[in-house]
C-alpha cells in the first residue's frame, strides 16, 4: 500500500465514530455474553478467594443426589409463594411483562432492623420480606388495580412518585431499600422500552397530549367559528392480535365494566390530603387501548437465543449493564439480566416466550446467597486477610478487588460443579441440569438452612457490605456468615 492510498482499518474506525459504518449501522447483538470468560478470568488470578477442587466434587455429588430425590426442574420455579402463572389467570403478556418488572427491581433486600421492624409487605394476609416482598408488591398492586407491571404506565401521569410509593409501602416504618432509586429506574426502563421496541403506529406521549389539546379545542370549538378535523389512529381490532394478547384486552375491558371499587386510600397511609385524589383515582382499573408488547419485542428480538436476550437487556438498559474493573480488564457478571432470562425460561418450562436454544450458556446469578452456599460447602476458600476482614464485620468498598473476586469464583465454582455432574452422570444433560438449575437449587437451601434456624441470629450478620453503582443506581450487594458446616465429607 503506498502512501498515497488511505489504510481500510483506519477508515473502519472513523465510520463506526461517526455512526457510518455498516458493522455500527447494524443491530446485531452477539449470543455470547462473556460472563464465564471474565469468570475464569476473575478465578486464575484472584489471590484471595479459592477453589477447593475437593468440596466441588464433594459438592456436585451432593447436589445431583438432592435434585434426584425432589424431582427438581423447573417446575420448581411456579411452585415458590407469588410467582404468577398461566393457572392463575395471568395471560402470557401479563407473565412476561411481571417478570421484567420483577427482576428490573430485583436488588437490595436487606436491612439491619430486626425481622419484626425491617420492610415487609402485608398481603394475603402474611407478612412477606426479603425478595418475596417485591413480588408481593407487584401482585398487591395488580390487585388494586393499578397497573404496575405494564411498562407503558411507568411514565404515564397517572403512575406519579406518590402513587409508586404507595404501590410499595411497608406494613412497618422501614421503607423498602432505594425506593427513589427504583421508581427513577421504572421511569428510565420504560421510555427505553418505548423508544427502542415500542410500536411504530402508537401514538406517542407527545403526540398524545397534542391531540388532547386538539380535542379540548374541538369541544370548545374555534374562536373563528371555523371547523377542525381531529384524525385519531383506530386502535388494533381484538380479533387481530395474538390470542392471549386479545383474551387480556377483552379481559382488561371486562374489569373496567364490572369492577370499578376502587380500593380504601386515605392520608395515612399514601399522601397528603392534596394528592389523594388523584392516587384513588390512579387505583382503579384503567382501560388499555391495547396491549403493552414492548417487552414481548425484546424477547423476540434475541431469536430464541438465551445469551443474545442477556446482551441486549445490558445493551440497552444501563441498570442491567453489571460489569466490573479487575486487574486493569473489564469483566461481566451480568446477574439480573441473566436472571430474567432464567425466570423466562422457568416460568415458561422452556417453551414458547421461555425458549432458548443456549440456555446452557448461563452462568450462576452472582449475588450473596450462592456464595453463603458456596462457603458452607467447603468450595470456597477465603484468604487469611479476607477472613480477617470478614469476622471482623468491615464493609468492603465498591468496587473493590475483594468483591469482584467474590462474585467472579460463585460464578466459576458453579460452572465447575456442574461439569463434574455431567463427568459423574452422563444422563444429567438430557435431564436439563445446568448453572441455572444449580444455582436455583442452592439459592432454595440456602433460604431453608435460614428458615430451619441452622444459621442462628449472631451468626447470620453482615460480613461483606458493598455499594456497588452500576448504570446509575445503587446496589446494596451483602455476604452472610454461615457457620462453618462440613455438610458433605469429602472424598
Known sequence: ???????????????????????????????????????????????????????????????????????????????HDLHPAIEQGFSEVGMVNFIFTMDLLNFSFWSELSETERYQVEYLGKRWTGYKSLVACLRRALDEGVPITTPRYWNDSLGSDDV??????????????????????????????????????????????????????????????????????????????????????????????????A?????????????????????????????????????????????????????????????????????????????????????????????????????????YRVPQMLRALGVLVYSPPLHYHISSLKEIPSGHSWEVQLRGCSIWAVELIRREILRQHPEAAATGVNAVLIDFLLYDLAKERESAGEISASLVCFFCRALRELGGTLFKIKWLKMPDLQVVPRS
Not at 29 to 54: F, P, Q, R
Not at 198 to 227: F, V, Y
Open 263 to 367: 380500593p380504601e386510600i386515605t392520608q395515612s397511609n399514601v399522601v397528603s390530603e392534596a394528592n389523594n385524589d388523584e392516587v384513588a383515582k390512579s387505583s382503579l382499573p384503567q382501560p388499555e387501548r391495547r396491549p403493552d408488547l414492548t417487552v414481548l419485542r425484546l424477547v423476540e428480538k434475541a431469536d430464541k437465543s438465551a445469551g443474545k436476550l442477556v446482551n441486549l437487556l445490558a445493551k440497552h438498559f444501563p441498570s442491567f449493564r453489571d460489569e466490573a474493573r479487575f486487574l486493569s480488564k473489564r469483566v461481566r457478571l451480568l446477574k439480573r439480566p441473566q436472571i430474567f432470562v432464567a425466570d423466562l425460561w422457568a416460568a415458561f418450562n422452556g417453551a414458547g416466550y421461555g425458549e432458548f436454544t443456549d440456555i446452557d450458556h448461563l452462568t450462576m446469578f452472582a449475588d
Open 1 to 79: 500500500m503506498s502512501d498515497d492510498e488511505a489504510d481500510p482499518e483506519l477508515l473502519e474506525l472513523l465510520r463506526q465514530s461517526l455512526s457510518l459504518s455498516k458493522k455500527a449501522a447494524s443491530d446485531e447483538v452477539s449470543s455470547d455474553t462473556g460472563v464465564l470468560k471474565s469468570a475464569e478470568h476473575i478465578y486464575a488470578n484472584a489471590i484471595d478467594v479459592s477453589i477447593d477442587m475437593y468440596g466441588t466434587k464433594a459438592a456436585a455429588a451432593s447436589l445431583f443426589k438432592t435434585m434426584q430425590q425432589r424431582g427438581y426442574s423447573t417446575q420448581a420455579w411456579s411452585q
Open 164 to 261: 409508586l410509593r404507595h404501590v410499595f409501602r411497608s406494613a412497618t416504618d422501614e421503607q423498602i431499600p432505594l425506593l427513589e432509586e427504583r421508581i427513577a429506574m421504572l421511569r428510565e426502563a420504560g421510555m427505553i422500552l418505548h423508544q427502542d421496541f415500542g410500536d411504530p403506529d402508537e401514538i406517542r406521549s407527545d403526540e398524545k397530549e397534542t391531540l388532547e389539546a386538539e380535542l379540548d379545542q374541538l369541544a370548545l370549538g374555534p374562536a373563528d367559528g371555523s371547523e377542525v378535523e381531529v384524525v385519531v389512529a383506530d386502535p388494533a381490532p381484538i380479533e387481530s392480535l395474538p390470542a392471549d394478547v386479545a383474551m387480556e384486552s377483552a379481559q382488561a375491558g371486562a374489569e373496567v365494566e364490572t369492577d370499578t371499587t
